[in-house]
């Protein structure tokens, strides 16, 4: 069964040092999302992407974040200058049909600052 | 704006008892609804959607929601648990049609004791 992979599972990196999210979506799915999870909170929005460009953005993905689709099947999140509070599960997702489908989910990359 | 509220934060029920895990959404458009799954230390699975049509949706372990446009309401029902049924469940709304995010709940843990 196709399935969106991320990478690493957890990462843990100083407060100030850039960090990249993998994700690579299922290979037909055309919309791509990030999605965050800190640690007893809800899940919250941050991103999607849509053929090559951002579609839609929450006002937590501030000028410290990016996405980016490098090659056609990796889909990236960076965080340029990372504070103690981007602390957090990140998830990936995508989907064949944006709302009108299901979104497959990533098992998520564990971040951790210190 | 859409937004979701999980009324229970927490449901502790007995193997075999009935649970009921309650979701009311506001929108002011069309939404699709979703319920996700996410058992511990694991990503998020979609359990159940409801696009269009009959309001009654069914999952494949047994679950169902049902969908009541008047109350604005999803709730998600399963007259039997089991302990494999212990995780946080997510209901989540999305503008139906186009690209759209995921809007989830808080979400609500079901215990499940023997």
């Known amino acids: 069964e196709p399935e969106v992979t991320q990478t690493p599972s957890h990462q843990v990196t100083q407060m100030g040092q850039e960090v990249i999210l993998r994700c690579v979506p299922i290979s037909n799915h055309l919309y791509f999302y990030w999605y965050r999870q800190i640690l007893g909170q809800k899940v919250e929005f941050l991103v999607s992407f849509y053929n090559n460009e951002i579609s839609e953005k929450s006002e937590i993905f501030d000028d410290q974040f990016s996405v980016e689709r490098p090659d056609g099947s990796n889909f990236t999140l960076k965080i340029r200058s990372t504070k103690l509070e981007d602390s957090a599960m990140y998830f990936c997702?995508?989907?064949?049909?944006?709302?009108?489908?299901?979104?497959?989910f990533g098992q998520g990359t564990r971040l951790t600052v210190v | 704006a859409q937004s979701v509220t999980q009324l229970d934060s927490q449901v502790p029920v007995f193997e075999e008892a009935p649970v009921e895990l309650r979701c009311n959404y506001s929108s002011s458009v069309s939404v699709y609804l979703f319920w996700y799954v996410q058992y511990p230390n694991q990503g998020l699975q979609l359990l159940l959607k409801?696009?269009?049509?009959?309001?009654l949706v069914e999952s494949i372990n047994g679950f169902e929601a049902e969908f009541n446009k008047s109350q604005t309401s999803f709730h998600l029902r399963k007259p039997s648990v089991h302990i494999s049924d212990t995780a946080e469940y997510f209901c989540?709304?999305?503008?139906?049609?186009?690209?759209?995010?995921?809007?989830f709940g808080a979400g609500t843990r079901l215990a499940v004791h023997p």
């Open positions: 989540a709304v999305s503008l139906s049609g186009g690209y759209n995010k995921l809007i």
């Open positions: 997702a995508s989907s064949e049909n944006g709302g009108a489908t299901e979104a497959f």
């Open positions: 409801y696009l269009s049509g009959s309001t």
